[in-house]
């Protein structure tokens, strides 16, 4: 039986990148840390099962991944941990570099301490953030980086670390170079997933109005649970390589915006510029008709943004012979807010029933 590690486990691509190896009949092993509160969301409907396996563990403790490599033995390391969000990377500098930078090398000693690298091979989560301030649009295997965020430096010792164990030991290791990715599951502060739930809350009246940064930033997205079937694919190939992992397809923050409040009922007219511009109801429910929907903050503005990301998937369309437009831009909008829109709905039915609950305990209707 193959027996897969992941760390980041609970994440957004752990979660759907361990049903993926339950269902290829996988040993799933997963890395947790110890938090206040043990909600594990993503992850909850898998624990429990005999393949699934969590254990504690953190990136920035080198005993504890020596320990765990050596007790659970992987044939595959699926390395997904990291502080992955770019804009907290600015205010958690040295943490990003120990987790997302250093915490790569800490995988790689594990495995060799353990003596496993001739059995044991690496996938690393690495990112289109490596080409920041783009020096070629599309960005493909061969583009040059030139990181612009502490997120996307740590990330770049990541891939080169990656690459040197490759080239010095021998070890098949590789980078998966990924391009955004989102789903229901991604965190609400990534811009996609605040856009499709605040559009669901406005839609609903829980909401007034959504707060945004740069809205011309360009991204190439893709849906998450197509990309987890690439890092399986790209650990089964005959010799080590990297690949870009992307759609091809390109769309600013304003039309993701304009899509997701489109598919909640709401149509929004854009008008004005830079810090003044705003998204206007022209279109939807009459109570919100006329109404500015979307507002831009310079709370949200990075000290230096990616503008210009847009993958070449070539490489993995022919290599690994993955479709990279299975799941359209359209369709991963529709799939979001159709899932925030009922998250939001329940979120309102469970307060009506707990607020009718405390009435009725108070009236004695129940006890
Ligand atoms: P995510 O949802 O933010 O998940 C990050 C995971 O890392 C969580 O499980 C988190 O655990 C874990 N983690 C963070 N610090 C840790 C530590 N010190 N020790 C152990 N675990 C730790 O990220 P994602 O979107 O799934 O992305 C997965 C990976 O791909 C990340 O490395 C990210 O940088 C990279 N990536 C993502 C994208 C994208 O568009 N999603 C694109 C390119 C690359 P907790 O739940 O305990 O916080
Ligand atoms: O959704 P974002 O925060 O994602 P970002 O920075 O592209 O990073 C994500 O993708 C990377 C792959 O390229 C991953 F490596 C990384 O781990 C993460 O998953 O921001 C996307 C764009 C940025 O240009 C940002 O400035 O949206 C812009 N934006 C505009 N308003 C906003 C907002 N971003 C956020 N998070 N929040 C806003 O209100």
Sequence with gaps: MNTALITGITGQDGSYLSEFLLAKGYDVHGIIRRSSVDYRE??????????????????????????????????????LAAQSHVQVSFDSPEFTADVDAVGVLRILEAVRTNHLEKTCKIYQASTSELYGKVEEVPQSETTPFHPYSPYAVAKLYGYWIIKEYREAYNMFCCSGILFNHESERRGETFVTRKITLAAARIAQGKQEKLYLGNLSSLRDWGYAKDYVECMWLILQQDKPEDFVIATGVQHSVREFAYHAFKAAGIELKFEGEGINEKGICVNGPANLVGKTLVEVSEDFYRPTDVVNLLGDPTKARQTLGWNPNKTTFEQLVAIMVKHDMEKVAAEHVASVMRTNLAEYLEKGVVK
């Design 42 to 79: 993503r992850i909850a409907h898998l624990e429990g099962r005999p393949n699934f396996h969590l254990h504690y563990a953190d990136m920035s403790d080198s005993m504890s991944l020596v320990k765990l490599v050596g007790k659970v033995q992987p044939t595959e390391i699926y390395n």
